[in-house]
């Protein structure tokens, strides 16, 4: 077996390898850290280069699971493609055919889109959407301007009902689907489904949610790899390669942005790049998943959104341009490389480190949610108020704190924080922000100085011993559960008010 398979059948099912020496496969140590800088300037948190299945490069936090964003749209034609082939799915079928409305309904011409239009983003069907950005909203053609496979538009509603039509279609959900089928095959490491994916549900706009995901770099990378190889991982054909080229095969061309449009994958129009063979998945702020098949590449490239930070489309595209001359202004390989382990820091303790580093962007949220709608419902089928949630984050980091300064909370915190609980002024939610802000502050603070051995320390704690991460992936979780309807809360009000 080459050096090469050796690596990509390596990279599929066990630990990542790297090249010892990055210039004996090619690569120009020089133009390699030209591009780190650049990396670093423009404010990127993770980027990692499989060059013929090993790793080139890792820069940043590989192992975190950001925000996917619109990369979920190329997971779900992944997902299409596998139960086409299983004569699951016929993307040629009418919406009116497999009974898909909406409320309000769609027109008798927008019923006869097929799903294949939807995975072209070519529908025609210009209804409101769950996740739609203020982009989407403002630009979005008036339902009933174009026919069917007329136009192209790139439109949430597509992307949403797609996953509502693939999930009665196959009698399982999105999530479930993408674990079994795509996550388990690849090894995915980093990948939780209870603590990485979100149903985002706006029924005032739409009945169709939108399915969102985190994923590592370095999960990613796995996923780009499977498209590298036509669909194959060992000896198995995941994806079948006929659905691969077709559905990253531009079926519009869009000139303005530069780029082509396949099923729910772009394809840039630069001739340098075509020439490559690229086509990528992209998320807003700079998520991509780049496939070069003709330089056996895959790239990822990952921002860090929930604290605020975007690259764009140049400035990635300026990083990838560099790294390729690394790569093509290096010397000709004279022998094998070597490879060895790749030394990355766990990918558990990466993601809670960046959890509470980013409190403080879900604070300016909160901040802004107006006095009136501290104490209402945040919904008709959840009864607590954005205040009462506040409380019981704020009571849960208090115990963190204590576990870490292995300290046991005294018997009458429970019934201290459940009579706070029952202020009702708004003055007094304002006070449970600043604490949960100054909480926040002072775990991070601890837990970036934490050891491998402190995270594994184990304490008593009601009668039970937890370690410290064991806890904190638990509180993460239960953060979510709580701290989301409240971000949900806070963009309803917010969309409401601009209407």
Same mark, same amino acid.
């Given at each position: 077996?080459?050096?090469?398979?050796?690596?990509?059948?390596?990279?599929?099912?066990?630990?990542?390898?790297?090249?010892?020496?990055?210039?004996?496969?090619?690569?120009?140590?020089?133009?390699?850290?030209?591009?780190?800088?650049?990396?670093?300037?423009?404010?990127?948190?993770?980027?990692?280069?499989?060059?013929?299945?090993?790793?080139?490069?890792?820069?940043?936090?590989?192992?975190?699971?950001?925000?996917?964003?619109?990369?979920?749209?190329?997971?779900?034609?992944?997902?299409?493609?596998?139960?086409?082939?299983?004569?699951?799915?016929?993307?040629?079928?009418?919406?009116?055919?497999?009974?898909?409305?909406?409320?309000?309904?769609?027109?008798?011409?927008?019923?006869?889109?097929?799903?294949?239009?939807?995975?072209?983003?070519?529908?025609?069907?210009?209804?409101?959407?769950?996740?739609?950005?203020?982009?989407?909203?403002?630009?979005?053609?008036?339902?009933?301007?174009?026919?069917?496979?007329?136009?192209?538009?790139?439109?949430?509603?597509?992307?949403?009902?797609?996953?509502?039509?693939?999930?009665?279609?196959?009698?399982?959900?999105?999530?479930?689907?993408?674990?079994?089928?795509?996550?388990?095959?690849?090894?995915?490491?980093?990948?939780?489904?209870?603590?990485?994916?979100?149903?985002?549900?706006?029924?005032?706009?739409?009945?169709?949610?939108?399915?969102?995901?985190?994923?590592?770099?370095?999960?990613?990378?796995?996923?780009?790899?499977?498209?590298?190889?036509?669909?194959?991982?060992?000896?198995?054909?995941?994806?079948?390669?006929?659905?691969?080229?077709?559905?990253? *095969?531009? /079926?519009?061309?869009?000139?303005? +942005?530069?780029?082509?449009?396949?099923?729910? %994958?772009?394809? $840039? @129009?630069? &001739?340098?790049?075509?020439?490559?063979?690229?086509?990528?998945?992209?998320?807003?702020?700079?998520?991509?998943?780049?496939?070069?098949?003709?330089?056996?590449?895959?790239?990822?490239?990952?921002?860090?959104?929930?604290?605020?930070?975007?690259?764009?489309?140049?400035?990635?595209?300026?990083?990838?341009?560099?790294?390729?001359?690394?790569?093509?202004?290096?010397?000709?390989?004279?022998?094998?490389?070597?490879?060895?382990?790749?030394?990355?820091?766990?990918?558990?303790?990466?993601?809670?480190?960046?959890?509470?580093? *980013?409190? /403080?962007?879900?604070?300016?949220? +909160?901040?802004?949610?107006?006095?009136?709608? %501290?104490?209402? $419902? @945040?919904? &008709?089928?959840?009864?607590?108020?954005?205040?009462?949630?506040?409380?019981?984050?704020?009571?849960?980091?208090?115990?963190?704190?204590?576990?870490?300064?292995?300290?046991?909370?005294?018997?009458?915190?429970?019934?201290?924080?459940?009579?706070?609980?029952?202020?009702?002024?708004?003055?007094?939610?304002?006070?449970?922000?600043?604490?949960?802000?100054?909480?926040?502050?002072?775990?991070?603070?601890?837990?970036?100085?934490?050891?491998?051995?402190?995270?594994?320390?184990?304490?008593?704690?009601?009668?039970?011993?937890? *370690?410290?991460?064991?806890?904190?992936?638990?509180?993460?979780?239960?953060?979510?559960?709580?701290?989301?309807?409240? @971000?949900?809360?806070?963009?309803?009000?917010?969309?409401?008010?601009?209407?």
């Amino acid at each position: 077996m080459s050096i090469w398979k050796q690596a990509r059948s390596t990279q599929m099912g066990g630990p990542w390898l790297t090249y010892a020496d990055p210039a004996e496969a090619g690569w120009s140590a020089e133009k390699l850290q030209e591009a780190k800088q650049v990396f670093d300037e423009i404010g990127s948190a993770a980027l990692l280069i499989v060059d013929r299945g090993a790793v080139a490069a890792a820069w940043g936090n590989v192992t975190v699971p950001y925000r996917c964003h619109s990369l979920r749209k190329s997971l779900l034609s992944a997902l299409y493609g596998i139960h086409t082939k299983l004569s699951n799915i016929d993307i040629n079928r009418t919406l009116s055919e497999l009974r898909i409305d909406d409320a309000p309904p769609l027109t008798e011409q927008e019923r006869q889109a097929k799903v294949v239009h939807l995975l072209k983003a070519r529908s025609g069907i210009y209804h409101e959407a769950a996740s739609e950005t203020a982009a989407m909203k403002n630009n979005r053609p008036a339902r009933g301007s174009h026919a069917p496979d007329t136009f192209w538009y790139y439109n949430n509603w597509d992307f949403n009902a797609l996953e509502s039509i693939f999930e009665r279609a196959v009698d399982s959900t999105v999530f479930e689907e993408f674990e079994q089928r795509l996550a388990i095959p690849l090894h995915m490491e980093d990948f939780s489904p209870a603590l990485h994916t979100q149903m985002v549900k706006q029924g005032q706009f739409s009945i169709h949610g939108a399915r969102h995901y985190r994923l590592s770099a370095r999960d990613l990378a796995r996923f780009g790899l499977l498209y590298l190889q036509g669909g194959r991982f060992g000896d198995q054909q995941l994806i079948p390669d006929d659905w691969i080229r077709e559905s990253t *095969s531009p /079926h519009s061309i869009m000139e303005p +942005l530069g780029a082509g449009y396949g099923y729910l %994958w772009w394809i $840039p @129009l630069d &001739a340098k790049w075509r020439e490559l063979g690229m086509y990528e998945a992209r998320g807003v702020g700079g998520q991509c998943v780049t496939i070069l098949p003709k330089e056996d590449l895959v790239i990822v490239h990952r921002a860090d959104t929930d604290s605020g930070r975007h690259v764009n489309g140049r400035q990635v595209l300026r990083l990838y341009q560099l790294i390729l001359e690394a790569k093509a202004g290096a010397p000709a390989i004279q022998a094998p490389p070597e490879l060895i382990p790749l030394e990355m820091d766990t990918g558990e303790m990466q993601f809670m480190l960046h959890h509470y580093r *980013s409190f /403080h962007l879900k604070a300016r949220a +909160l901040e802004m949610i107006e006095e009136k709608h %501290w104490l209402e $419902p @945040l919904s &008709a089928s959840n009864s607590s108020s954005p205040k009462d949630l506040l409380v019981r984050i704020v009571h849960r980091d208090a115990i963190a704190l204590d576990i870490l300064q292995s300290q046991i909370p005294p018997a009458e915190t429970a019934a201290e924080w459940e009579q706070a609980s029952r202020l009702s002024s708004a003055d007094v939610s304002r006070l449970w922000l600043r604490r949960y802000m100054e909480q926040r502050e002072r775990l991070y603070s601890i837990l970036q100085r934490l050891s491998t051995q402190d995270w594994e320390r184990t304490y008593l704690w009601n009668g039970r011993e937890i *370690s410290v991460k064991t806890y904190f992936l638990t509180n993460v979780l239960l953060d979510y559960q709580l701290s989301e309807p409240l @971000l949900r809360f806070f963009q309803a009000h917010k969309d409401a008010e601009a209407h």
